[in-house]
């Protein structure tokens, strides 16, 4: 820039000059403006003015005093590119002024910096650099920094402008003089741009981050609600397989309680009452039946039956595929497979049918029967679980049954005598003894009859021992259907017999004996086809408690109304004598021996 001392600022220029007080203009390259006084005279400059970017605006030189002082203080520039500050005072036409003071940058000759120093600003702290940018801050600091009412600053990467002076908007400049208003203006035409880029950029990567963590978060939700949902999953089939463990838990302890109690009953029909609890317990949501061979072997009867169902009372080993295979048969309801015959259920209910067999002996068998849901047209097979239970079930009921015709078996042997079949005398005298004592409890009456077959030896010397023996099995069967279930048959010994007759009076005792005595009449025994002769037998009767309260007492006493029998020439019945009878009979006795 030239300089023109004929040319002065016009009064417009002047007014805003003397209004800023002090005014730095900065180029895009560093400082490069004038800083001038208010007092100091100058002349238009044209072009914009880089320090309020307003069109008119002019910039006012130094005098060529403020040239001379440059061009001193442009050979003191320290080669760091720092702004050297000088103080001055001058004088305008002769008036001494007020102290000034003077910069000047090494870059732009023609440029500088002047202060004019008043008592208020000698108080004024200089204001610090506010910014200070990659390419120009080692420039702008010094200037900054010798600033007292002013800051220009301008930035390069990017370029920001930002003014902070004592001045007021063009159109109220006037106005704003006359009242002393004091007006902060910020021109901040790239300070977004400059702040706000890192801060989007920020706010880009937090949103980012945000949108990766909450992505995050829904990976992270989705794989706790699937490890949730396989947790829950794996937790219901805990819950259900220790569900099942104490049923199955509960099942073996009823089945250990049930083969536990049935080794010990003494015979079926004690045993078939705790069966039938048993299998209520084990099997309470299915219907179902126990089946047991008879002694012929030919039919099973129904032994237990529970539930809903209706089985056959009995049933052939043909009626049911199971007894025919051997094997366990099961039919689901609507399944294509032949029905048991013994199943009497309507419809086609679901069924399974278990032998029982123990030891290689087919026993008996187990039938279950399940009736299909309401609407189900085809129904499901047995579940596993009732199935293997079943199993297990028909297991521990054959192998008890076993067991227990096996003791009956032992305890027969024990207690019957192997030719007749008859119960032997160690078993008669030991229900003899309970018998009396239940009858003494109870006020009843207990008969005795001891009968004998007339001229046995005979048969042995005829027709051998083989003859004889046929004559005692003969005979042992026709007591044992003379006699009820309670009545308690023996083969006393050799060819003698007795029968106790539980709560029988005597005119029933006597009644059965004379039909017994009858029958044996009637029998025509035979020997390899050959009719052996004829078999009688002579009975002696004794009842309790009228010929004795012992069982040795009606013993003696049956036993000599059985000589008195064979006395009067057999093929008879003869009721003992009372004890008072007996007496007299013996006192007549012994008179007569005296006498005689």
Known sequence: MGCDREDAPCPRERILVNAVGDVAAIGADGPAGILHNAELSGRKQGGESLLLGLPGSQLVEFDHGGVSTLATLW???????????????????????????????????????????????????????????????????????????????????????????????????????????LLLLFLVPTLCFALIRPLEQQVARGEALAAELAQSRE??????????????????????????????????????EMGALLQVCRDMAEAEPLLQGFVRRLFPNESGAVYLFRASRNVLERAVEWGDAHEAVTLAPEDCWALRSGQTYSVAAGEAKPLCAHVQEKGRPTTLCIPLAAHGELSGLLVLSKLAAPGQED???????????????????????????????????????????????????????????????????????????????????????????????????????????????????????????SEAPLDVVLARAERLRKSVESLQATLRGQLLSRVTISAGVA???????????????????????????????VVAQTPGENEREASLIGAEIEGS
């Open 379 to 501: 129904g499901r097979p047995m579940e596993e679980t009732v199935t293997s239970l079943a199993a297990a079930t028909g297991q521990k009921i054959a192998l008890a049954l076993s067991n227990l015709r096996l003791r009956e078996k032992l305890r027969d042997q024990a207690i019957r005598d192997p030719l007749t079949r008859l119960y032997n005398r160690r078993y008669f005298e030991e229900s003899f003894e309970r018998e009396l004592a239940r009858a003494e409890r109870r006020g009843a009456c207990v008969g005795l009859i001891i009968l004998d077959v007339d001229h046995f030896k005979t048969f042995n010397d005829t027709s051998s021992h083989q003859g004889g023996d046929v004559v005692l099995q003969n005979v042992g069967q026709l007591m044992m259907r003379a006699a009820r279930s309670e009545d308690i048959p023996c083969r006393y010994g050799g060819e003698e017999f007795a029968l106790l007759l």
């Open 219 to 256: 990976r992270l939700e989705d794989r706790v609600a699937e490890r949730s949902a396989e947790l829950h999953a794996a937790n219901q089939r805990i819950q259900q397989s220790l569900e099942k463990l104490e049923r199955s838990h509960r099942d073996l302890v009823v089945l250990r």
């Open 543 to 573: 009842v309790y408690p009228q010929h004795g309260t012992t069982q040795s007492e009606l013993i003696r006493a049956a036993d000599r109304a059985l000589y008195d029998a064979k006395a009067q020439g057999r093929n008879r019945v």
């Open 75 to 181: 050979k003191m520039v320290c080669p760091s590119g720092r702004m050297i500050r000088l103080e001055r005072t001058s004088a305008h036409r002769g008036v001494p002024t007020s102290p000034e003071r003077l910069g000047a940058n090494p870059n732009r000759p023609v440029t500088g910096q002047v202060e004019k120093i008043t008592p208020r600003m000698t108080l004024q702290p200089t204001l610090p650099a506010l910014f200070a940018t990659r390419a120009s801050s080692a420039n702008l600091r010094p200037v900054v920094r010798a600033m007292a009412a002013c800051a220009v600053i301008v930035t390069v990467e990017p370029l920001l402008l930002m003014l902070l002076t004592r001045c007021f908007h063009l159109s109220l400049l006037q106005e704003g003089l006359a009242d002393g208003l």
